[in-house]
């Protein structure tokens, strides 16, 4: 069975502080990782997938098989990375989403 | 063009009553997915459809829950004898494509959905 771990439910840090949202997962085939984002009152969105390599918003995330993580790291947080973080795991018909992390950037 | 859209956005009913849920994917995704969001759970998955079938219905959390699509596009989420452990939020998303093809999901603003 797959399944997707996000430990930490909330993550609090200063601005200009690095972040690294945690993500582990479990799955017997060769995974295809998502991050999604949700900022207050704003609906769902893709904020990154492991197979494009990209940084999106400074965020970066690299797949470790051996560790069979994900996490989600920023060098330098902003009061706008305010929301919740979700790790995805696509499975043969949809995702399995982590529980999600909340990230709070104080001033 | 417009993004996925759900209906109601809130919709509070009382205990033992049925609610009707809505979305409309948007134009040409042939995949469609409903998701329910609570706190402390996460989302979870409910069932996928492709096209007008449910090749997957797994997550549907008992027999009060039922969904259907017609003409490819617009789904519907039924639940019948609403409990208070349905309170939640609804979501709907569509994809260009199904199964195995990694293509990404458009999510809905999701319906509020509490049980009295």
Same mark, same amino acid.
């Given at each position: 069975?797959?399944?997707?771990?996000?430990?930490?439910?909330?993550?609090?840090?200063?601005?200009?502080?690095?972040?690294?949202?945690?993500?582990?997962?479990?799955?017997?085939?060769?995974?295809?990782?998502?991050?999604?984002?949700?900022?207050?009152?704003?609906?769902?969105?893709?904020?990154?997938?492991?197979?494009?390599?990209?940084?999106?918003?400074?965020?970066?995330?690299?797949?470790?098989?051996?560790?069979?993580?994900?996490?989600?790291?920023?060098?330098?947080?902003?009061?706008?990375?305010?929301?919740?973080?979700?790790?995805?795991?696509?499975?043969?018909?949809?995702?399995?989403?982590?529980?999600?992390?909340?990230?709070?950037?104080?001033? | 063009?417009?993004?996925?859209?759900?209906?109601?956005? #809130?919709?509070?009913?009382?205990?033992?009553? !049925?609610?009707?849920?809505?979305? !409309?994917?948007?134009?040409?995704?042939?995949?469609?997915?409903?998701?329910?969001?609570?706190?402390?759970?996460?989302?979870?998955?409910?069932?996928?459809?492709?096209? #007008?079938?449910?090749? !997957?219905? *797994?997550?549907?959390?008992?027999?009060?829950?039922?969904?259907?699509?017609?003409?490819?596009?617009? *789904?519907?989420? @039924?639940?019948?004898?609403?409990?208070?452990? !349905?309170?939640?939020?609804?979501?709907?998303?569509?994809?260009?494509?199904?199964?195995? #093809?990694?293509?990404?999901?458009?999510?809905?603003?999701? @319906?509020?959905?509490?049980?009295?």
């Amino acid at each position: 069975a797959q399944r997707v771990t996000q430990p930490e439910k909330l993550l609090s840090v200063f601005k200009g502080a690095p972040v690294e949202l945690k993500c582990n997962y479990s799955y017997s085939g060769s995974p295809e990782l998502f991050w999604y984002v949700q900022y207050s009152r704003q609906r769902l969105q893709l904020l990154l997938r492991h197979i494009s390599r990209e940084s999106i918003k400074g965020f970066t995330a690299d797949l470790n098989k051996g560790e069979t993580s994900f996490h989600l790291k920023k060098p330098f947080a902003q009061e706008e990375d305010s929301a919740m973080y979700y790790c995805a795991l696509q499975g043969y018909s949809t995702l399995t989403f982590g529980k999600g992390t909340m990230l709070l950037v104080s001033p | 063009g417009a993004g996925v859209s759900q209906s109601p956005s #809130n919709k509070v009913t009382e205990k033992g009553k !049925d609610v009707e849920l809505r979305c !409309d994917p948007i134009s040409g995704h042939t995949a469609l997915y409903w998701y329910r969001q609570s706190l402390g759970q996460g989302l979870e998955f409910l069932i996928y459809f492709q096209g #007008n079938s449910a090749p !997957d219905k *797994s997550g549907l959390p008992s027999d009060r829950f039922s969904a259907e699509r017609t003409g490819g596009s617009v *789904s519907t989420l @039924t639940i019948q004898r609403t409990q208070q452990e !349905d309170s939640a939020v609804y979501l709907c998303a569509s994809s260009l494509g199904g199964a195995g #093809n990694y293509n990404e999901q458009f999510f809905g603003p999701g @319906t509020r959905l509490t049980v009295l």
